[in-house]
């Protein structure tokens, strides 16, 4: 069974800031971008400030932008995150667009052996988004990757539906997971743009270019790893 946790079994921060140390880890952030100019300054606001400066949990904040056609890059070296460029990473490298590329080329810059994946679109940010993915990694050496889930509302005509949201997730993914791999159905939200894992894990799995970047990495480091590593 996969291990399941809730983010306030991890406070105070505090004590994970503890745990990094005495581990000697380093925990990188890591946000794809692409035209999220809208949302993404608040995400690594909330970061900088809780998380970086204010408890030192965070040790980098990178983010890997699209060719956006808005000025997301501004927004996010305005707001303290170190900010690339797909085309900056990887010398002599084909470029391909996608989030799972500017995922794969930020590990090329990352600096820490913990790895935490933050969308940028994110509308009510917290940043027991970011301490809730790492706790399980600082907390227990047999984990090496934690997808998160949370309440998925449909957002319609400025109108929340509680029990609606998720759809491609409940219509396709999970009956796909339960019917070919029925032990990964106990991953709630398996395309949640927001899980961590431990660098080492995925240096020699392949990372799709695009959105299938989610299902893919799930796949790749079951049927490298097993289960036990998931939560």
């Known amino acids: 069974m996969i291990k399941q946790f809730h983010h306030t079994g991890f406070l105070p921060i505090e004590t994970l800031v503890q745990k990094k140390h005495e581990n000697g880890r380093r925990i990188s952030v890591i946000i794809p971008a692409l035209n999220e100019a809208a949302t993404i300054g608040p995400i690594i606001a909330t970061i900088r400030q809780e998380l970086v400066e204010s408890r030192h949990l965070v040790d980098e904040l990178l983010v890997v932008a699209g060719k956006s056609s808005d000025n997301t890059e501004a927004v996010a070296r305005r707001e303290g995150a170190t900010v690339f460029c797909i085309d900056e990473i990887g010398p002599g490298v084909a470029t391909c667009t996608g989030k ?89 939200q398996p395309l949640s743009g927001e899980y961590s894992f431990r660098r080492e894990l995925v240096d020699d799995i392949q990372f799709p270019s695009g959105y299938s970047i989610e299902i893919g990495i799930i796949l790749s480091l079951y049927k490298k790893y097993g289960l036990d590593i998931f939560a």
Do not use: C
């Open 100 to 188: 799972g590329t500017a995922l794969w080329k930020a590990l090329h810059v990352a600096q820490g052996n913990i790895i935490v994946s933050i969308d940028a679109d994110i509308t009510n940010f917290d940043s027991r988004f970011v301490y809730g993915l790492i706790g399980p990694l600082l907390s227990d050496d047999s984990i090496s990757f934690a997808k998160a889930y949370y309440k998925r509302p449909l957002m319609f005509d400025k109108a929340a539906l509680e029990n609606y949201g998720g759809r491609v997730t409940e219509i396709l993914v999970r009956p796909f997971l339960s019917t070919f791999y029925p032990e990964l159905a106990g991953l709630h």
